[in-house]
Structures are given as C-alpha cells and as structure tokens.
C-alpha cells in the first residue's frame, strides 16, 4: 500500500503487524514521518486487504514505521502533528498518494520538507460564503470562502508533488501560504479548482517557485499578495524572489505578480488567460523578466491605458504605509528581454496609477524608471504593442512588433530620458 512512498523513502509495504519495514540503508535523512490514510491498513487478521478505512489518517514514524497518530477527523490534525514533530534539525513529512481532506489549515515550522507522490491530493472545506469585492460576470454573489491549506511560518521549508485542490472555494484562502520565512521552495505541485490566491508568499527572503501549474485560481495565480486581502500579511516586502518555469491559467487579475518585491527574477513561465497585466511588477525593483510567454489577455476592469502581456508600474493602492514615500514605492531597475507577447491588448507597458485619477503631477514624480525593454516580441496587440505612459531613464531597443494598432506608444508629456533604436514594426 505504500510501495510509492518506500520508493522514495526505502520503506517497504506493511507487514503482517501493520508496521512499515524501514531499511537499514539510509544514513543521514533525519526524521522522516508519513502521513497516508487508513485505506490500506492492516485487518483484525494480520492481512492488508486494501479495505480499511479511508476517512482515517495516519502518522507513522519512528525506526520501524509504528503508527505514532491517527485521526478519524480531519487530514490537517495529522499533518499538523507531524510538522510539529519535526526536530529542530530538520526532517521530511511525505503524504501518501491518496486524497487528504482538510478542516483547516495545518502550518510548518522551520527546516521541514513536505513531499506528495503521484496522486497526493490536498483538498479545501468550504467554510463559508462572502461578497467578492470585484466578481466577474460569470460569478455571482456571495461565492464560497475557504481555508488556506498549507501556511509556511519557518525558515529552510520545502514543498513539492502535491495538488491543491480549493473544491470550488474561491475567497479567503491559498494552497500554500508563506510569511516571515527565509529561503522557501516550492516547486512541481498543481493547483486546481479555485483559491483566491494560489500560491502566495509574504515577507520572505529566499523563495523559488518553480514549474508548478497553476490553474484558475480567482483573483492571482503566484503572488507576493494574500489573502484575504488587507490583512497583516498582504502587500508586504520580500526579495531575492526566482519565479520560473511555471505555468499559470485562468485568472481574473494577474497570473503572475511580484508586488513590493526586490532582487527578483521571472524567467520562463507561461502565462495565458488573465483579465490584468499577465506578469506584473507593482511596485519592483531590481529584476529580469526574461524568456515568458505570455498569451491571451480579456481585460477585467482595466487600469488607465489598458492591460498588458507585462507590466511594471507603480499603483498607490498597492502600497503600505511603511513604503510610500520611499523608493521601494517606485519600480526601478527591470530589465524585459526575450519575451514573446501575443494577443494582448498592450504587449509591454510602464505606468502610475495615482490614487486620485486626476492627480496627473504623480506620472511625473511616481513613474517607473531605470528599466531596460529589449529583444523581445510582441504579437496582435489592439491597442499598442509597447506602451510607456510614464516613465524616466529607459530603453526601448531591439523589440518586434506585429500587428498592433499602434506599435510603439510612448507619451511624451510624462516620460523623460527614454531612448529607442533597432525596432522592427511590421
């Protein structure tokens, strides 16, 4: 029953006593702890018949695989003891290849790695119902709220192979969660059938995502935001962030949004289906966006200027009070190069957003500056194919752009130091 898990861990099946049989051949894995569910536990005679209880999950640990707890409630009450029962110096938490439901959230502490196998699967309790402050036309008020399933409150976790599933949840809730930590990994898992925001990470120092597939999520596919949005944790700083390889669909705002994030790179993602910006920097400083596709974009109550394939910019109400005012307020310092861009409104765009939308002096004293828009090409784009409403020390240079309705937009009266050259219209 679980020959998936002792493939990656060298444990056999249970024996006749219901105990897993640990090898002897792996020095140095730390505590190891497995979390399954009761579907393939032993009978009354000794023999694992497949038939037990799958409402029932188990913990096993220890040298020999003894089952330290079980639970006939919730999946989150054994994942939660066994994160808690991780030492100090680290260990691994591996879930069976079963269907796991949640009552709530279960957090991990520091040096933990929680692992799945083909067919882990996380599932979400709807907890209520609440008002969308922004529904789409295919939603209707109030939608089902939720929990989130997996909160990173430690330094040195990990988070691979596992799907999250929000069951038709759509506010309030993450698949994974992330704030205050330093160095977190969270790479190959999939989320599906709703949360808020998919995978989130807040205050935090160190963190890769990497080739997850992330799959209509409500309001932001990865994300610096939380939810729900204007608590404690939302829109606040992290660095040294990479975001690569994933793919991210079916999103009412933004696919991909680095808010309020420094020493930052976005490499290789596809993007597709958003109603924002796809990949957006809102404020950001410091950071390459290179090598993304980014394709088909329905504008959901677009900005001023539109919606764009990528985006840098600077919006007021993405702002603490701990950062107006400084220059982690402003986006600085981007570079976009090698990117392909098709069916979007506007393919690249720099802009300010004021708060007040008559305050025009904040395109000047707001606007993005320092970024670099090279190499990259732009497909069908209605409205422009690279669009600067603000701006100040930037380059244009070297970019291809097909078919758009204007190609290179650039507004003269709040943009200033903005060189171009070598670009291809056609």
Not at 25 to 54: K, M
Not at 206 to 226: K, L
Not at 282 to 299: F, H, M, W, Y
Request: proline share 4%; hydrophobic share 35%; net charge negative.
């Amino acid at each position: 029953m679980l020959s998936s898990i002792g493939a990656v861990a060298g444990i056999g099946l249970f024996s006749q006593t219901g105990q897993a049989q640990v090898d002897a051949g792996l020095p140095g894995t730390g505590a190891v702890y497995f979390v399954t569910t009761g579907a393939g536990q032993s009978n009354r005679n000794g023999s694992a018949n497949g038939n037990g209880d799958r409402s029932k999950y188990l913990v096993l640990g220890g040298g020999r695989g003894n089952v330290a707890f079980s639970t006939g409630g919730t999946a989150d009450e054994a994942f939660q003891y066994a994160f808690d029962k991780v030492p100090d110096s680290g260990g691994a938490v591996i879930a069976s290849a079963d269907t796991f439901r949640f009552g709530g959230p279960a957090t991990m502490g520091d040096n933990t790695t929680l692992t799945g196998q083909q067919g882990t699967r996380f599932v979400v309790s709807q907890t209520g119902t609440d008002a969308d402050p922004a529904p789409s036309e295919s939603q209707s008020n109030p939608l089902p709220t939720g929990h989130d399933l997996i909160r990173v409150r430690g330094d040195n976790v990990s988070i691979t192979g596992i799907e999250f599933d929000a069951d038709g949840t759509q506010l309030h809730n993450q698949a994974i969660q992330a704030d205050q930590c330093e160095s977190v990994y969270v790479a190959r898992n999939r989320t599906v059938n709703g949360f808020q925001m998919a995978l989130s990470f807040t205050r935090c120092t160190g963190v890769t995502v990497e080739h997850n597939e992330v799959s209509n999520p409500n309001w932001y596919g990865i994300t610096s935001r939380a939810a729900p949005t204007g608590s404690d944790q939302d829109l606040r700083q992290s660095s040294d962030v990479v975001i690569a390889g994933n793919r991210v669909v079916g999103v009412k705002f933004n696919n991909i949004a680095p808010y309020n994030v420094s020493n930052f790179a976005v490499i290789g993602n596809v993007a597709v289906d958003g109603g924002h910006s796809l990949i957006a920097c809102s404020p950001a400083q410091r950071g390459t966006i290179v090598g993304n596709v980014c394709r088909g974009l329905t504008e959901f109550a677009p900005d001023p200027g539109g919606e764009a394939g990528i985006e840098i910019e600077y919006k007021e109400t993405h702002l603490r009070d701990e950062v107006a005012g400084t220059p982690e307020a402003l986006s600085s310092d981007i570079t976009i190069t090698g990117n392909q861009v098709d069916n979007c409104p506007v393919g690249i765009l720099a802009r300010t957003v004021p708060a007040d939308a008559g305050n025009t002096d904040a395109r000047t004293e707001k606007r993005p500056y320092g970024f670099t828009i090279t190499g990259n090409t732009v497909s069908n784009a209605s409205a422009a194919g690279i669009r600067l409403r603000s701006g100040d020390a930037g380059v244009v240079a070297t970019n291809t752009v097909r078919n758009a309705g204007t190609a290179i937009d650039v507004d003269g009266e709040f943009t200033a130091g903005i060189e171009q050259g070598l670009n291809v219209t056609r």
